[in-house]
């Protein structure tokens, strides 16, 4: 039964111990998602408050053609890191979701082996106390076995009579 136990319990601490590592990697993305979506939350209201420059306006302010193509590149710029910020808030809340799923998993897998182990434990328990208690008996039975043996063998009575037998041979 020990040979069940030991890999049983060596299954459990490297599932603990992946537990534990994908959880500190959870709160890890949690984090750079707190920032991600901190960052796009600051953006949106800097868009809102601030009216983006049409077409329009970028022709009408621009001095000279090169002034044109400085502010197109400009908002295109800014369009980008725009879609950067999305994609990483995009990217990192699907990554904890399949951390968390992943978490939900070696937590449900930890808890499985961990009622196996309880149940062989459990299982070793009454097997051992089972053998302890007939190896109780056995030694009782043993011992109430040679006490009436010898008690017979040592009685005077029994004495007397093999003492009288012997002298009619």
């Not at 106390?129 to 008690?151: E, H, I, M, P, Y």
């Amino acid at each position: 039964l020990i040979d069940i136990v030991d890999p049983t319990q060596k299954t459990l601490d490297a599932l603990t111990e992946l537990y534990e590592i994908q959880t500190e990697r959870l709160a890890f993305l949690r984090d750079q998602y707190g920032v991600a979506v901190k960052r796009l939350s600051t953006r949106l209201v800097a868009v809102y408050e601030s009216r983006e420059p049409s077409t329009l306006d970028v022709l009408i302010d621009a001095q000279s053609f090169s002034d044109i193509l400085d502010q197109l590149d400009y908002l295109s710029s800014i369009a980008a890191q725009d879609r950067s910020i999305v994609k990483h808030v995009t990217g990192a809340r699907d990554h904890v979701r399949v951390l968390r799923e992943r978490t939900g998993k070696t937590k449900a897998r930890v808890a499985a082996v961990t009622r196996v182990v309880k149940i062989r434990t459990e299982q070793t328990r009454a097997i051992t106390n089972q053998l302890v208690a007939r190896k109780q008996g056995l030694a009782s039975a043993r011992s109430a076995r040679t006490v009436s043996r010898w008690g017979r063998r040592r009685s005077p009575r029994s004495r007397a009579s093999a003492c009288r037998c012997a002298r009619a041979r």
